[in-house]
């Protein structure tokens, strides 16, 4: 049934050219038919502009999520061994 939707909502967003690839990127990213939709309706006409510059206009209509990556990979590897064997010491 999703997909269904996915493919119904796709059609409805080639009105303007480049647009369905937009809408396959926001989709692809995880946001749902309605949070893509909304992002593209709220990101306005870009005549000119490249798919690239269409779907960061559109990823910048969401709020920025508030989650923390640690990059370092340290922190990560000493809790995945603190998980893997909880009785062992340090």
Known sequence: MERAQACAAAQEATAHPGEDDVFRCLLALGYR???ARWAM???GEMPGATDEERVKRALAQFPQRATRV???GCVAAERAEAVASPTATS
């Open 33 to 35: 038919i309605s949070e």
């Open 41 to 43: 309706a709220r990101s």
């Open 70 to 72: 640690d990059r370092s």
